[in-house]
């Protein structure tokens, strides 16, 4: 997808997204958290973060073709507009 970046946390097993946890960003628009919700459907959830709660020092970037299926399949819809 094009100009989306995706974070996710740097996880002391050092397995990114080990957490399950992705932040996402396209082209400079605000920037959303990212979980599974393994309570309901195991669908893919997000929320939008205030800019307060977005700190880049303690992400990492991750790669879009690392990104499991089925959240790739959700920032597709997400981002489709």
């Known amino acids: 997808m094009h100009n989306l970046r995706v974070h996710t946390n740097s996880v002391s097993t050092g397995t990114p997204g080990a957490d399950g946890v992705f932040y996402s960003q396209r082209a400079g628009g605000p920037h959303y958290r990212w979980w599974r919700d393994e309570t ?3 669908r893919w959830r997000f929320t939008r973060l ?3 709660e977005w700190n880049p020092k303690i992400l990492s970037p991750f790669h879009q073709e ?3 299926a089925a959240l790739q399949a959700r920032l597709a819809e997400h981002y489709m507009w």
């Open 66 to 68: 690392d990104i499991p």
């Open 50 to 52: 205030h800019p307060d």
């Open 40 to 42: 309901g459907l195991g």
